[in-house]
T-cell receptor, first 112, second 110 residues
Framework: GAGVSQSPSNKVTEKGKDVELRCDPI?????LYWYRQSLGQGLEFLIY????????KSGLPSDRFSAERTGGSVSTLTIQRTQQEDSAVYLC??????????FGPGTRLTVL | QKEVEQNSGPLSVPEGAIASLNCTYS??????FFWYRQYSGKSPELIMS????GDKEDGRFTAQLNKASQYVSLLIRDSQPSDSATYLC??????????FGPGTSLSVIP
C-alpha cells in the first residue's frame, strides 16, 4: 500500500473487554512505532519495533498493554481488561531506521 | 527539563504574516530534526526534516537549525487560514530515540 494503514478506524468496547489494534506499515519500513493521543493532548510514546524485536517498550503504561510484530511487517497492539482511561486515539507510524516517521490514520478507541 | 520543548500556544497570526514556531531540545548529540503538522482530528504529517545547521526552505516553510544553541524553528511565510493546526517538533536523540515535543497550536486569522 501507499501509506501506513490501521484497523479498525473506530472501536467502541465495554470496560473489562480486550481489544486488538492492527497496524500495517509502509512496505520496506523496518521501524514501527505506537503512540497514544488523548483528546487535546500530545503524542504519548508506547513502543518501538525494529524488525520483529522491541528494543524500547518503555512507554507501555501497564502490563495490560502488549504489542507484537510478525514477519517484520504487521503489528498488533493488545489492551487487556480495558479501562475508561484507555480511551484515546492510537497512532502507528513507520520509518526506515531513525528516519522520518509516517503516520497512519489512527484508531479511535472508546471504552464505555 | 523536558527533552523537547516548544513555545506554548496558542499562537495567533493574521493572514499573510510570518508565523514563527520554536523548539529546544536537551540532548546535545541529537542529529535529526523533524517538523510535523497535525490538523484537528487527523494524524501528524511530515512537513520538513533538517539535519545540518542553517536554513532549509521548502515553499512557504523554512526550518532553521542551530545545534550549538540546541534550537530548531519553523517559519511559515504568507500564513494562510489552512495553516491553522498544531505543529509538532521531533528530535532523534543520540540514543536513537525520536522524541516529540508537546506541540504548538497555530491559528491564522483571516
Amino acid at each position: 500500500g501507499a501509506g501506513v494503514s490501521q484497523s479498525p478506524s473506530n472501536k467502541v468496547t465495554e470496560k473489562g473487554k480486550d481489544v486488538e489494534l492492527r497496524c500495517d506499515p509502509i512496505s520496506g519500513h523496518t521501524a514501527l512505532y505506537w503512540y497514544r493521543q488523548s483528546l487535546g493532548q500530545g503524542l504519548e510514546f508506547l513502543i518501538y519495533f525494529q524488525g520483529n524485536s522491541a528494543p524500547d517498550k518503555s512507554g507501555l503504561p501497564s502490563d495490560r498493554f502488549s504489542a507484537e510484530r510478525t514477519g517484520g511487517s504487521v503489528s498488533t497492539l493488545t489492551i487487556q481488561r480495558t479501562q475508561q482511561e484507555d480511551s484515546a486515539v492510537y497512532l502507528c507510524a513507520s520509518s526506515f531506521p531513525y528516519n522520518e516517521q509516517f503516520f497512519g490514520p489512527g484508531t479511535r478507541l472508546t471504552v464505555l | 527539563q523536558k527533552e523537547v520543548e516548544q513555545n506554548s500556544g496558542p499562537l495567533s497570526v493574521p493572514e499573510g504574516a510570518i508565523a514563527s514556531l520554536n523548539c529546544t531540545y536537551s540532548d546535545r548529540g541529537s542529529q535529526s530534526f523533524f517538523w510535523y503538522r497535525q490538523y484537528s482530528g487527523k494524524s501528524p504529517e511530515l512537513i520538513m526534516s533538517i539535519y545540518s545547521n542553517g536554513d532549509k526552505e521548502d515553499g512557504r516553510f523554512t526550518a532553521q537549525l542551530n545545534k550549538a544553541s540546541q534550537y530548531v524553528s519553523l517559519l511559515i511565510r504568507d500564513s494562510q487560514p489552512s495553516d491553522s493546526a498544531t505543529y509538532l517538533c521531533a528530535v532523534k536523540t543520540s540514543y536513537d530515540k525520536v522524541i516529540f515535543g508537546p506541540g504548538t497550536s497555530l491559528s491564522v486569522i483571516p
